[in-house]
């Protein structure tokens, strides 16, 4: 079969996902079919909005379907009418059953935002910034039942800048993999294509982030503080209170300078340098309950803080 003729099923649902559908419509593949997730409640008035796939699909006039789950036939009926040659999946959000795996010709190929097999799972982007990591990338992998388990098709890897934060490093990522799964699927089209079992060493997991990981520990140094807080923009930020009132913290930098671990140092126009369990943060971009991100000077000025002030640990 001719590159390019494949007809590719795809299966995604936020902005990463979308980037990848985006690419493979732009090389000219037929796609008979997008799974996503259903429509969910978002928003102030919580009414239901359409995942970033659904929107590029319908922009682009391609069927859709939203199962709840695959596990039932009927769940995977649309799939199985639309006759793919491949499935790409890309961030889906459900476990495909061997059923669906073994429904495509050529099988079901993953996007995944890791060099496999180092972060398997829900959350590579952030765990990879957490843990400091000088470089990440995307591995295109023949998807099997296990979790992120699957033979290596393609891997390319990405340096992670100073300043990265998740925000930043998946638009990167997200680029990279539309543009490497469909030299992928340009070379399945020209025949099988080889595949390389992931190494048994050096296996890790990026467990899905969750809300009680924003609580800081202010007994932890700042340059773990500083990893993770680029690593939850743009979810869940961090958070923490002083006198009872909740604040969210947003951007900031390492500060060379030493106190009580949560205790404000200082707290002007460049910032609210607060002590760590070693080192100290400068926090540039705070947030009250209910309020608006803004820079530290507007900020304090509805906001005021004090030197000796301190902040609550997650510890307390």
């Known amino acids: 079969m001719p590159a390019r003729s494949l007809r590719v099923a795809f299966a995604g649902t936020p902005e ?20 996503t997730q259903p429509d969910r409640p978002a928003g102030r008035g919580m009414r239901l909005q359409p995942s970033p796939v659904k929107q590029a699909a319908l922009a682009h006039g391609l069927p859709v379907d939203q199962p709840e789950k695959l596990r039932e036939p009927s769940q995977r009926d649309g799939l199985a009418r639309s006759a793919p040659d491949v499935l790409v999946v890309a961030a889906y959000g459900l476990i495909l059953p061997q059923a669906v795996l073994d429904l495509p010709r050529l099988g079901c190929i993953n ?92 296996i890790t997991y990026a467990h899905k982030i969750s809300r009680d ?54 707290a002007d126009t460049a910032g609210v340098v607060v002590a760590c369990g070693e080192q100290a943060m400068r926090f540039t971009t705070l947030q009250k309950a209910g309020g608006r991100r803004l820079p530290a000077g507007d900020f304090l000025r509805g906001f005021p803080l004090a030197v000796g002030d301190r902040f609550a640990s997650s510890g307390d």
């Open 213 to 266: 990981e924003a609580q800081v520990d202010w007994q932890l140094p700042a340059a773990a503080l500083e990893r993770r807080l680029r690593a939850f923009v743009p979810f869940p930020g961090l958070q923490t209170s002083v006198g009872g009132e909740v604040v969210k913290l947003w951007a900031g930098q390492l500060e060379d300078a030493t106190g009580d671990p949560g205790r404000v140092l200082s």
């Open 111 to 202: 996007i995944h935002a890791s060099l496999l097999p180092r972060w398997r799972g829900a959350a590579p982007i952030h765990r990879a910034i957490e843990a400091g990591d000088g470089e990440t990338g995307i591995t295109i992998m023949q998807m099997d039942a296990g979790l992120d388990t699957g033979p290596m098709i393609a891997i390319e890897s990405l340096p992670i800048a100073p300043g990265d934060t998740t925000a930043s490093l998946h638009d990167r990522l997200a680029e990279l993999g539309g543009r490497l799964v469909v030299e992928v699927l340009d070379r399945l089209g020209e025949g099988p294509v080889a595949v390389v079992p992931q190494p048994d060493e050096g």
């Open 16 to 35: 990463f996902a979308a980037v990848a559908l985006e690419a493979i419509v732009a090389a000219g593949y037929p796609v008979p079919l997008v799974l």
